[in-house]
T-cell receptor, first 115, second 114 residues
């Protein structure tokens, strides 16, 4: 049982480039999330999904796009990368009971630098 | 809106010392409260949680009690080990609203030395 996996682990982009951060979970969770973690800050929610075909914006969605075509995968797309997007990105998933008691399971993160 | 405030770090302790990391929150009603831990180079893991007032969450020797009077959820451990060195995040899930969206504090780094 791999849990939540993310690729790549590290990436350096030039300003204006684009890339996709991959996230896959094998726990059959309906809820998936993308967070960014800036130095000395808590996690900020970028986008989330409550099931295949359904996504919604979080706190800091500008500059990002997501899709959810399957239960397992939730890729995050960066278009026109900017230095402000330098951060560590975490993907997470949880069950869909929606009572607020469910554990979120996190991937190991992707460290992205935009130069 | 909802918010979580944690004590700033880093907190540096000697092995076997007592640990307290303060966490207070602002939210409507009575949210669920969580402590997550992030070990170096890893993603966050749930450490413990409490879903209603006066509940005590516990795991791996860590404890936290949900205090609605003081809107607090302080993390404690009686005797820390070097292996407890990590960043600890307090988080809440609101009573109302959907999407299972957690609000995180800024994290407190703990360093335990021999």
């Amino acid at each position: 049982n791999a849990g939540v996996t993310q690729t790549p682990k590290f990436r350096i982009l030039k300003i204006g480039q684009s890339m996709t951060l991959q996230c896959t979970q094998d726990m059959n969770h309906n809820y998936m999330y993308w967070y960014r973690q800036d130095p000395g800050m808590g996690l900020k929610l970028i986008y989330y999904s409550v099931g295949a075909g359904i996504t919604d914006k979080g706190e800091v969605p500008n500059g990002y796009n997501v899709s959810r075509s399957t239960t397992e995968d939730f890729p995050l797309r960066l278009e026109l990368a900017a230095p402000s997007q330098t951060s560590v990105y975490f993907c997470a998933s949880s069950t869909d009971r929606g009572w607020g008691t469910d554990t979120q399971y996190f991937g190991p993160g992707t460290r992205l630098t935009v130069l | 809106g909802d918010s979580v405030t944690q004590m700033e770090g880093p907190v540096t302790l000697s092995e076997e010392a007592f640990l307290t990391i303060n966490c207070t929150y602002t939210a409507t009603g009575y949210p669920s409260l969580f402590w997550y831990v992030q070990y170096p180079g890893e993603g966050l893991q749930l450490l413990l949680k409490a879903t209603k007032a006066d509940d005590k969450g516990s795991n791996k020797g860590f404890e936290a009690t949900y205090r609605k009077e003081t809107t607090s959820f302080h993390l404690e451990k009686g005797s820390v080990q070097v292996s407890d060195s990590a960043v600890y995040f307090c988080a809440l899930y609101p009573l109302t609203g959907g999407g299972n969206k957690l609000t995180f504090g800024t994290g407190t780094q703990l360093k335990v030395e021999l």
